[in-house]
């Protein structure tokens, strides 16, 4: 078949047996499910099936290197997952270096990882102890019951403000034990960012809340530790923030959701309005293809949003007060 002929030829080229070339050819296409199409020229390929031929071609003659570029982009979650098991099958007696932008697949597949940000190798260890070193702390996820076990929209008035009447018991209970409020809430969750200045407390914290989860209503409570993404965009911004510190670029012109703009420092997550009124303005980040920081979404805090179920801001890491420009 023209694709079995293919890796056959390929299989020559690393001095694979003559006896074992066919074999070969077929067993790889065989575990990147290609051998149905076996017979049909790669370039009718889809993308997902170029990139799952360029891991088999990778992996002929039993390479001890191998080197991977993205080896997964561009494809669907069930043939990336798939691909996924392949490399980790072909990890035994072998070196893989490979290269991603998903901090998800570096995470599974990676066993020392390191991450880069303007060109210079920044961090390099195991997940664990990246998320551990640069991480925020832990992520606290707590589940409110709800009676009958039924949904909330299906529940009564009066069960509806029991539930709230849990959540604000529970608020309470993280706000005296941790000093903490929650980070998002929903009407049957809370999830709170254990930062490392309180990890010490934690376990102690845990406990407590174990043995009165019944009286609070809690039903479940989930601790890990910060995503490698988060790792990834704290590494990826610190960068940012010296490189626009050393060329003298550290403010950004921010557009206010009410209108006229305002000079943000650099990766400044939360702002007051230098007008004084107490208007204070919540900006998300995120890296554009080059790795620079760039402004995602910027919106108005309002003060009472802070008693509801809203999403709240970390607080601001640098110190340099914003600017006003006025705009025609």
């Known amino acids: 078949t023209v694709l079995c002929a293919a890796c056959c030829l390929l299989c020559v080229l690393p001095a694979v047996c003559p006896g074992q070339v066919r074999g070969e050819a077929e067993a790889l296409l065989g575990r990147v499910r290609l051998g149905h199409a076996a017979g049909v020229r790669s370039s009718s390929y889809s993308g997902g099936m170029k990139r799952r031929l360029s891991v088999a071609l990778a992996l002929l003659g039993d390479p001890k290197i191998v080197y991977l570029d993205e080896p997964t982009t561009g494809m669907d979650p ?10 980790q099958d072909a990890k035994p007696g072998r070196a893989i270096v490979l290269t991603t932008h998903s901090m998800e697949e570096a995470d599974v597949l990676g066993d020392r990882i390191g991450i880069m940000a303007r060109g210079r190798l920044r961090a390099l260890g195991s997940s664990i102890r990246l998320k551990q070193k640069f991480g925020s702390g832990y992520q606290l996820t707590v589940h409110i019951a709800t009676p009958r076990n039924a949904g909330y929209s299906s529940l009564t008035a009066a069960e509806q403000q029991a539930v709230a009447a849990c959540m604000e018991r529970t608020k309470d209970f993280f706000r005296s034990g941790l000093g903490l409020e929650p980070c998002e809430s929903g009407r049957t969750l809370l999830q709170y960012l254990v ?3 309180a990890e010490g407390q934690l376990v102690g914290f845990l406990q407590r809340l174990e043995g009165q989860a019944s009286q609070l209503g809690v039903v479940d409570v989930q601790a890990r530790l910060s995503s490698l993404e988060e790792v990834f965009l704290t590494i990826a911004k610190q960068a940012e923030l010296e490189a626009a510190a050393l060329a003298g670029t ?3 012109a921010v557009e206010l959701p009410d209108g006229g703009e305002l000079l943000v420092p650099l990766g400044e997550e939360e702002v007051l309005h230098p007008s004084g009124d107490g208007r204070s303005y919540a900006v998300k980040w995120a890296q554009d293809d080059a790795g620079r920081l760039v402004v995602l979404d910027c919106t108005l805090v309002q003060q009472q949003q802070q008693q509801q179920q809203q999403q709240q801001v970390l607080q601001p890491q640098a110190q340099q007060q914003p600017q006003l420009v006025h705009t025609s």
């Open 250 to 252: 550290s403010l950004v």
């Open 195 to 197: 930062g490392r200045a």
């Open 78 to 87: 069930i043939s990336r997952r798939y691909v996924w098991d392949i490399i």
